[in-house]
């Protein structure tokens, strides 16, 4: 069953000084297909690069995919048409100019080094979608599809560079499913600049709404705002107004937006926030500070944002804490970005156990799955290209969403008789089909009203015994309430 909802735009406050994601009940008539242009940021240098790594083929093939599009018993798509304005790229007649050959995408990943390099299978998952299409569809247009994947180990300054890289020597038609809050955001004034489609972000960061500054930027991951609305309406469920809450985050754009959104969150619905704990994004050991005081404040609930492999050391240094504080039992949500089985399942003294997060897609992992369709296709496709990769990782399934949702764009161009770089972000910014591996009645839906492809989530929970995540509750449907971020 899904319960759609309406989503309270919350007032994001902090360090980074967040703007609210307004709700689309000040937004225009739902139906309104007039045609708005939006605007294009200016230019950023792009810094020096070093060499492109070496692409994989795939076999030649024929037949595009079958896709659902525009129809289903979920929300659809009804705001306006977007349009972008080709005038105000740096180069128009490049970015409108049709492409030819091969339709190159590429992406920047954390590979080595740090806590993010759990991170890796996206790019197991991203490799194995590209095969799999060129090899079952023969690519676009009869070309095959190429991906260029680069290692940029979470860190900024890498991933600037390597987009440098990727659309000037590489020569990319478009970007996709780039890992991390901070490397996104710096990237993002060129890629609109110059008119490069940088879809599916693989982060939920409400900028990515952001249609009026970069249009040419879009998110693949529910919104964080969502995930807060999520836990926090099942803290005030069981707990009731006034409980406590505790925070604990990797101190970057990707921890403090949460905080910032939890905060609001907070503030409106008469929760208290009682501590709050950082840890540094390249640590990679125990919080046992950070966990002490958490003990000591003893809040109803907890909200933690660990990076990588620090979701592992959370869940561990949790079950320490609870062997040696039998009381300390608070209801724990731990974000999106570690809902991995091989995360809770790596977590061995029971600190997993009951721990909270939210899923989108279809975990391989639960065994109601076994005989879908989408899902045996994807572990089909990753046993025959990527079969060193772990497929019942939900991060592998992300990269091969990310994949899924360029190519969608690109065939969605074609079709409307525009595959160029501007074709193609008219298409994701008017998208509307069911990707294969989302929960069902969940629809990967924008348009000039809605920045955000992923509205909808389901509540789950780890069980040691059962080893996978299970769902509580019905799916949330928050379909277009979020509407577009305004800064």
Known sequence: MVKTKKLMALAAVGALTLAACGSDDD???????????????????????????????????????DTTEGEGDGDTASGAVFVVDAELCEDPDAATAPIEGSLT??????????????????????????????????????????????????????????????IFDDQVDMLSGIVGTP????????????????????????EWGDIENYPFTTGLLVPYEIEVEVFGDYVLEQYGEGATVGLIYVNNEFG???????????????????AQETIDAADSGAPSGQMTNLVQAAPDAILAVPLGAQC??????????????????????????????????????????????TLNIKDP??????????????????????PDANALSTIAIAGWSSMEVAVQAAIDALEAGDLS??????????????????LADLRAIMNAEDGYTAEGTQLVQWSDANGYLEPVGDTSNYEGSLGVYTP
Not at 258 to 269: D, I, P, R
Request: aromatic share 8%.
């Open 27 to 65: 937004s225009a008539d739902s139906g309104d297909t007039t045609p708005v242009e939006t605007d294009a940021p200016d230019a950023t240098d792009a810094p020096d690069t070093t060499d492109a790594p070496d692409t994989t083929d795939a076999p030649d093939a024929t037949d595009a995919p």
């Open 105 to 166: 995408i590429g992406t920047s990943l954390p590979l080595s080094g740090g806590p993010a390099v759990l991170f890796a299978p996206l790019a197991a998952g991203q490799q194995a979608y590209i095969d799999y299409y060129n090899a079952e569809f023969g690519g676009i247009d009869g070309q095959e599809i190429q991906l260029v994947i680069k290692d940029d180990q979470y860190q900024a300054d890498l991933t600037k560079a390597n987009v440098d890289e990727l």
């Open 183 to 206: 490397n996104n955001l710096a990237i993002r004034d060129d890629t609109n600049a110059q008119c490069i489609p940088q879809l599916a972000a693989s982060t939920g960061a409400p």
């Open 256 to 274: 403090q937006a949460y905080v910032s959104l939890m905060e609001a969150y907070a503030e409106e619905n008469g929760l208290e926030i009682v």
């Open 312 to 357: 592992i050391a959370f869940m561990q240094e949790l079950g320490n804490a609870q062997a040696a504080n039998p009381d300390f039992d608070p209801a724990v949500y731990q974000t999106a970005t570690c809902s991995d089985s091989l995360f809770f399942g790596a977590a061995a003294n029971g600190g997993a156990d009951g721990v909270f997060t």
């Open 365 to 386: 992992n639960n065994p109601v799955y076994a005989d879908d369709e989408g899902l045996q296709t994807y572990l089909d496709a990753m046993a025959a290209y990527a």
């Open 421 to 438: 770089r501007v074709g193609i972000m008219n298409a994701a910014r008017n998208v509307d089909f069911a990707p294969a591996l989302q």
